[in-house]
């Protein structure tokens, strides 16, 4: 049984409404948190690139990335699924922001390809994953939750 039902949850998936690009966000993480997305990435063998400033990299320990300083851009492009990019920037250690395109996510293939990651996320951190319209990261509508284990409503659509 899905997460959510495309008919309860179509106007958060609407490119017009919450933007292109919602954000979405894991807060009250540490180093040892996006070691562990890093470490997520690699384990499940999903197509990524990274890279810093611009300029294509490896795919560096957190640890060694936040000792360059703040100001370095970093970005973490990955492919969990044909068709599907989420797209990790390190703004802060204390918080996990990435980007994910509700144009790639229509119908309840799109809304199933989203809880995926929410959840795979989610139970790895053991933290909630939360989505919110585009520049308004204050009032999340839908989110991993963890106390249940699944995606959750957290708005009236």
């Not at 970005?75 to 920037?89: K, Q």
Request: proline share 7%.
């Amino acid at each position: 049984m899905p997460d959510l039902l495309w008919d309860d949850v179509r106007n958060f998936f609407d490119p017009d409404l919450m933007g292109a690009l919602p954000d979405v966000r894991v807060p009250g993480t540490s180093v040892a948190d996006w070691q562990a997305v890093f470490d997520l990435v690699r384990s499940r063998g999903w197509a990524y690139a990274y890279s810093e400033d611009g300029v294509a990299g490896r795919l560096p320990r957190v640890e060694d990335l936040v000792a360059r300083g703040a100001g370095t851009c970093a970005e973490l492009r990955v492919r969990p699924e044909p068709g599907f990019l989420v797209i990790f920037r390190m703004y802060e250690v204390e918080a996990i922001d990435f980007d994910v395109d509700l144009r790639e996510l229509q119908g309840q293939a799109g809304v199933d390809v989203l809880c995926r990651l929410l959840r795979v996320i989610g139970r790895r951190l053991g933290k909630p994953v939360l989505v919110a319209p585009e520049s308004d990261s204050s009032h999340p509508v839908l989110g991993f939750d963890v106390a249940v284990g699944r995606v959750v409503l957290l708005a009236e659509p």
